[in-house]
């Protein structure tokens, strides 16, 4: 079993309005996650989900998003970045890294990168294995902000759909895959 929370502790201090939005967030992606695995009968352990659930966002701290409690530098697009490099540097399995790295939007690609002048590394962000794309899809449904309740698969649909049909697609394939 993978223990997080100290890597959580660590960068998102008790007490702190930051730490609550970060948890409520991340909990309910991981209930929704472990949910869908359980539904679809995916062959993921569930223990690897809640973890890589509870990790994917652990670069927001860094980011200038004051509008959740985020007071760091960074662009927020590059929370995702941010995160898989923090959790390679403090020794997690790389699988945890790459969720982190491939969970914005419905995935990033370079073309997105380049056209959009994105302030990423040139190369796909695009979730590949299960484990990436099951937390990824998960993670559209909260956000970190207002009421955080689940939105409905519409309203997922057109927020994402202001990225292009690409993105759209891209969350589309994700939906029927995980439709069960």
């Not at 930051?18 to 991340?26: E, M, N, P």
């Not at 519409?154 to 759909?161: F, G, T």
């Amino acid at each position: 079993m993978i223990y997080y929370n100290s890597i959580i502790d660590k960068y998102y201090p008790a007490g702190t309005a930051l730490r609550d939005i970060y948890l409520a967030h991340c909990r309910a992606v991981a209930d929704e996650a472990v949910a869908i695995c359980r539904r679809c009968n995916l062959p993921l352990d569930e223990n690897e989900v809640r973890a890589a659930a509870m990790l994917h966002d652990i670069g927001i701290y860094a980011t200038d998003a004051p509008g959740i409690e985020c007071r760091g530098m960074e662009p927020y697009i590059r929370h995702g970045l941010i995160g898989a490099e923090l959790l390679r540097r403090e020794g997690m399995p790389e699988i945890y890294a790459r969720v982190a790295e491939r969970h914005t939007g419905a995935g990033i690609t370079v073309k997105d990168v380049v056209e959009q002048h994105l302030p990423l590394p040139h190369r796909d962000f695009l979730p590949e294995t299960l484990l990436e794309r099951v937390v990824c899809y998960a993670d559209k449904f909260y956000s970190k902000s207002g009421d955080m309740k689940r939105k409905s698969f519409d309203k997922v649909r057109s927020s994402l759909a202001r990225f292009g049909a690409d993105t759209l697609a891209r969350f589309d394939a994700m939906a029927a895959e995980f439709g069960c």
